[in-house]
């Protein structure tokens, strides 16, 4: 008996030209297009896997993005919302671009390792540039930022284990949430999985979880 985990990050919610911040949990902003969403129902229908049912965080970006995904594949379904998939509180940098959020979590990380005076702002970014890193790789999360990670984990072990025999699931979320989905693998923690891919997947990117003789595996991340 085979079980399938489809994850689906949303479409993007920045138009060209438009400068993206960290946009989470507190911001329910819409889609600004359709394609990356569609283009993601054509990649599954091309490779045969037809969800059975269809999941979504209940903000605008992932449930829009579940129903075109339906639209396209012409699915007889509705979306489901969960709460447990929403994304996560980025605290006081919601809202702030990527060269804000790197500039305090540099200073923030030089103040609490005491690091001697006279740094540069280069020096300062660089070292935001490197927490951020860590979150891409081993989902530490950075200071400042409020992340539940035993819940968000239990709560993709708990989906999991809700997927029947023979059935395919959906799930549309969002970056932060997606990157602590390897936990449901046969492995002690996401950090394995972060020395072969980036926990960072880009929009509208697909991953597939399959069960093998009961254990699952990463089949595809962020394809």
Same mark, same amino acid.
């Given at each position: 008996?085979?079980?399938?985990?489809?994850?689906?990050?949303?479409?993007?919610?920045?138009?060209?030209?438009?400068?993206?911040?960290?946009?989470?949990?507190?911001?329910? @902003?819409?889609?600004? /297009?359709?394609?990356?969403?569609?283009? !993601?129902?054509?990649? %599954?229908? #091309?490779?045969?896997? $037809?969800?059975?049912?269809?999941?979504?965080?209940?903000?605008?970006?992932?449930?829009?993005?579940?129903?075109?995904?339906?639209?396209?594949?012409?699915?007889?379904?509705?979306?489901?919302?969960?709460?447990?998939?929403?994304?996560?509180?980025?605290?006081?940098?919601?809202?702030?671009?990527?060269?804000?959020?790197?500039?305090?979590?540099?200073?923030?990380?030089?103040?609490?390792?005491?690091?001697?005076?006279? @740094?540069?702002?280069? /020096?300062?970014?660089?070292?935001?540039? !490197?927490?951020?890193? %860590?979150? #891409?790789?081993?989902? $530490?999360?950075?200071?400042?930022?409020?992340?539940?990670?035993?819940?968000?984990?239990?709560?993709?072990?708990?989906?999991?284990?809700?997927?029947?025999?023979?059935?395919?699931?959906?799930?549309?979320?969002?970056?932060?949430?997606?990157?602590?989905?390897?936990?449901?693998?046969?492995?002690?923690?996401?950090?394995?999985?972060?020395?072969?891919?980036?926990?960072?997947?880009?929009?509208?990117?697909?991953?597939?979880?399959?069960?093998?003789?009961?254990?699952?595996?990463?089949?595809?991340?962020?394809?």
């Amino acid at each position: 008996m085979e079980k399938t985990l489809i994850i689906v990050r949303h479409g993007n919610t920045f138009a060209p030209g438009q400068t993206p911040t960290r946009v989470g949990a507190k911001t329910d @902003i819409p889609l600004v /297009e359709e394609i990356k969403s569609r283009n !993601a129902a054509k990649y %599954l229908l #091309n490779k045969n896997i $037809i969800p059975d049912r269809v999941f979504a965080a209940p903000l605008k970006r992932t449930v829009q993005t579940a129903n075109l995904i339906i639209n396209e594949m012409k699915l007889n379904t509705a979306v489901i919302p969960d709460s447990n998939f929403t994304e996560i509180d980025y605290g006081e940098d919601e809202n702030k671009t990527e060269e804000q959020v790197r500039y305090r979590l540099g200073l923030k990380y030089i103040n609490d390792n005491n690091l001697p005076g006279n @740094i540069s702002d280069s /020096e300062i970014m660089e070292y935001g540039r !490197a927490v951020i890193g %860590l979150w #891409n790789t081993e989902a $530490i999360v950075p200071a400042g930022w409020n992340v539940d990670v035993e819940s968000i984990i239990s709560s993709w072990k708990n989906f999991a284990n809700s997927i029947t025999d023979n059935e395919t699931a959906l799930i549309c979320t969002s970056n932060g949430i997606i990157r602590f989905a390897p936990h449901i693998l046969d492995m002690p923690d996401a950090r394995d999985f972060g020395n072969k891919y980036s926990l960072k997947v880009a929009t509208g990117s697909v991953s597939i979880f399959k069960t093998v003789k009961n254990v699952w595996k990463c089949m595809e991340w962020g394809s």
